[in-house]
């Protein structure tokens, strides 16, 4: 993979963390409306849901949008991090497919064993389909993309 010939932190960042976002809330659209019928707009709403507990699924777009912009900066947040990280571990630019699958593991332990028990998200015990589902979408659809937006966008002098 070639590196920008414009690289930018900002860009890095940008990049890895929109595309993240925007593949990492397509999944559980697709996946949740074709495994149950689930409307889409649940989806959203489950992560607004962090915030305002259960009363998220009766607020309509507003909390949907709500839902959106949490997981937008969330997704921008995990990229940040990642970027600013690679700036000190050359690891994480030098192998880009392997440091961002390791990286979407760590967001996942995270986002579940941290984040999520912290939140007023109503605990759940997935079924094995969702469980593989959930981390493969992490791995796959979040810490990847983020690892090679940082791979192809970010500025490095040893480039």
Known sequence: MQ???HPSTAKAILIGGL???FLDILDPIFFF?????????RIPQSIA???????????????????LALHLFIALLWATLFVLAARFLPFLRQHPV????????????????VVLPHSHVTPSRPT????INGILA??????LPISL??????PYPHS
């Open 149 to 154: 937006a940082n791979r192809r966008f970010a």
């Open 49 to 67: 849901s962090g915030l305002l507990g259960r009363a998220a699924f009766f607020g309509g777009i507003r909390t949907a949008l709500l839902g």
């Open 3 to 5: 590196t920008s010939p």
């Open 19 to 21: 595309l993240a976002a």
């Open 98 to 113: 392997r440091s961002g699958l390791f990286y979407g593991a760590f967001i996942y332990i995270v986002m579940n064993y």
């Open 128 to 131: 094995l389909a969702v469980l």
């Open 33 to 41: 409306y074709f495994r149950n019928h689930l409307d889409p707009i």
């Open 138 to 143: 992490i791995l796959i659809l979040v810490g």
